[in-house]
């Protein structure tokens, strides 16, 4: 489909952030002749002085808040045509002048570091760093991890070098991956990502293993040049962690969003211990698909047939409203808002980028939301997934100041999950047809299967690649591959075939450029069970609570914000929770065939 032929009302307003591109082009100037070669003299080696630092911070921030605006319009505008060359250089552009500014100013860590830790306190007592204190909290924890002014510098201005494979890795993906066609309901079909998805799900056994080994053979026939650009991304991880003094790659990641260890064992722990309840889900569903051999391909497709719940985007969107009703008024009434003011990009179009996601900053007038929306049951819950990203930030953005109002990824996946597993007890409420509950059951034991013992399957493969490269060890796409393909014998067990195909599925996986992403997806999963249950069961004062959580931003640390919606990560309870919801869903399914 071309993107001329899709309803306005389905394309994003890109032109409530700039009225064009022109006037992106304006401000682009504006800023780059403030803010490119900035003065910091008025705040180098002054930042003990309260107001010095209250200026230079402020200062800070306002260049950070309309780079960001910037970046948001070229990153939307290059999703909607990653082959459009213009969006790509204004990409660039605002990339460099980000990493050029930003450099002027790589003296603010090291001199705040250098600070004695009793002024240090004496700022974040005083209110009028009450929008800083957090921050200078975490200058205090991360002394031992900030260099000099000139290596801070440098480390700055080569930012957006070391910081791209994500992006040669999309154009891969994207614009040269040469997708052929394929059979689907007797016609030979463009592949593309979303339609890929659609096949695995409703096509039929031949047209599933066509589609399969066809994917698979396009990312094969790259898998040197991946190969090499994920390498590339884990050495610079790996330079990362080395000057800034970590001990691993991983530490460096939690680190930074200020995460304690103990929730990353405890989430591989708690997984492993509930793989023996994944055998048996991957055997049942060998039997109920009635199947001498199951493979890689079968693991997606609907165990009751003849339930149809595909549907078009209104009608979608409308049902999302209902699963989440239990949220109250002035949820719907957000969800209602972002329709009406064209946050969401709805279709798949030629070029466009693929998958779904949530971006907004501080300055847009609202979040937007990216979607290549098919009529399938997963795309509603992507739906509900996406809109609990852009709640999250609507919220966050109004409650908290610029400096307190991004949260951590590690919350944003939680806010996300809640949305999909309220729509999905939803679903399962309202039906009386045993078929129609043993499809959502299945769906559920899917999503528990994709999102949290497939994600933490992506994060130890994630660490092992990681650990293999600090200790000095090249990473060939020999041992890629098979670091993946042992991993997902682990996890899947006997009851299905391990095509060897799935060795090579690391290097399709866009999260993997953004190293220990993906765990979150998992905690979120188990973070959100636990809330949606308090939600349903305790009512308003829980949903007080979430509200709480979805207003406050990053203005602590995530754990502390999370507890405070009554998931407390630390412990095992909600592990075990989650890990008993997905027994307990199983249970149900195999009582419902019986």
């Not at 890109?14 to 022109?22: G, H, I, P, T």
């Not at 080569?158 to 059979?183: E, R, T």
């Not at 884990?234 to 970590?246: P, S």
């Not at 279709?347 to 501080?362: F, H, L, P, Q, T």
């Amino acid at each position: 489909m071309q993107r001329t032929e899709i309803p306005v009302a389905w394309l994003w307003d890109v032109n409530a952030l700039f009225a064009s591109d022109e006037a992106w082009e304006e401000e682009y100037k504006a800023v780059e002749k403030k803010y490119g070669d900035y003065d910091t003299s008025a705040f180098e080696n002054k930042l003990a002085d309260k107001q010095t630092l209250l200026a230079c911070l402020n200062c800070m921030d306002d260049m950070a808040r309309r780079m960001e605006k910037l970046f948001l319009y070229a990153n939307l505008r290059h999703d909607e045509d990653v082959r459009e060359s213009k969006t790509t250089a204004a990409l660039a552009k605002i990339g460099a002048l980000y990493s050029k500014s930003f450099a002027n100013f790589s003296f603010v860590e090291p001199q705040l570091t250098a600070l004695d830790n009793t002024l240090l306190q004496a700022f974040i007592a005083d209110p009028d760093f009450a929008a800083y204190d957090y921050r200078l909290k975490r200058v205090i924890a991360a002394k031992s991890h900030v260099l000099s002014a000139g290596e801070e510098k440098l480390l700055t201005l080569g930012g957006d070098v070391m910081g791209d494979f994500q992006g040669v890795f999309s154009m891969l993906n994207n614009a040269n991956l040469n997708l052929p066609k394929a059979s689907f309901n007797g016609e030979e079909t463009q592949m593309s990502h979303g339609t890929y998805g659609v096949v695995m799900r409703g096509g039929n056994r031949k047209e599933r293993k066509e589609w399969f080994e066809k994917y698979y053979a396009a990312y094969i026939r790259l898998i040197d040049a991946i190969t090499q650009t994920y390498y590339s991304n884990v050495k610079a991880n790996v330079f990362y962690k080395t000057v800034r003094k970590f001990d691993s790659c991983l530490q460096m990641a939690l680190d930074s969003e200020d995460v304690a260890d103990k929730v990353y064992q405890t989430l591989i722990k708690s997984t492993h211990a509930g793989l023996p309840v994944l055998h048996e889900y991957i055997a049942t569903r060998k039997r109920a698909l009635g199947l001498d051999e199951q493979h890689i391909y079968d693991l997606s497709v609907p165990l009751v047939e003849n339930v149809d719940m595909a549907m078009p985007f209104d009608q979608a969107y409308e049902l999302v409203k209902e699963g989440l009703a239990p949220l109250g008024k002035d949820y719907i009434a957000l969800l209602d808002k972002a329709l009406a003011e064209r946050w969401i990009d709805v279709c798949e179009s030629e070029g466009k980028r693929s998958g779904a996601y949530s971006a907004g900053v501080y300055d847009s007038p609202h979040p937007y939301v990216l979607l290549n929306y098919q009529p399938t049951i997963n795309d509603v819950f992507t739906i509900a997934h996406e809109m609990g990203h852009a709640i999250h930030t609507y919220k966050s953005t109004a409650a908290q100041p610029y400096a307190k109002a991004s949260y951590t990824i590690f919350l944003a996946e939680i806010a996300s999950t809640v949305n999909e597993v309220l729509l999905l007890k939803h679903l399962l409420s309202k039906t009386q047809d045993k078929n129609v509950k043993k499809y959502l059951l299945n769906y559920y034991m899917d999503t528990f299967r994709a999102t949290l013992f497939r994600q933490t399957q992506f994060a130890e493969f994630e660490q092992l690649a990681h650990e293999k490269a600090e200790s000095g060890e090249p990473l060939t796409k020999e041992l890629l591959n098979g670091i993946y393909y042992d991993l997902n014998k682990k996890y899947y067990g006997d009851a299905v075939v391990h095509d060897e195909q799935v060795a090579y599925e690391w290097a399709r996986i866009p999260h993997f450029y953004s190293a220990f992403y993906v765990y979150k997806y998992a905690t979120g999963i188990i973070s959100a069970v636990s809330i949606a249950k308090r939600i349903l069961t305790e009512g308003e004062s829980a949903v007080k609570d979430y509200f709480q959580f979805l207003s406050s931003g990053g203005c602590t640390d995530p754990v502390s914000i999370l507890r405070a919606a009554g998931v407390d990560l630390t412990s095992e309870t909600p592990f075990k929770a989650a890990m008993q919801e997905f027994e307990d869903t199983l249970k149900e399914f195999q009582r419902l065939e019986d």
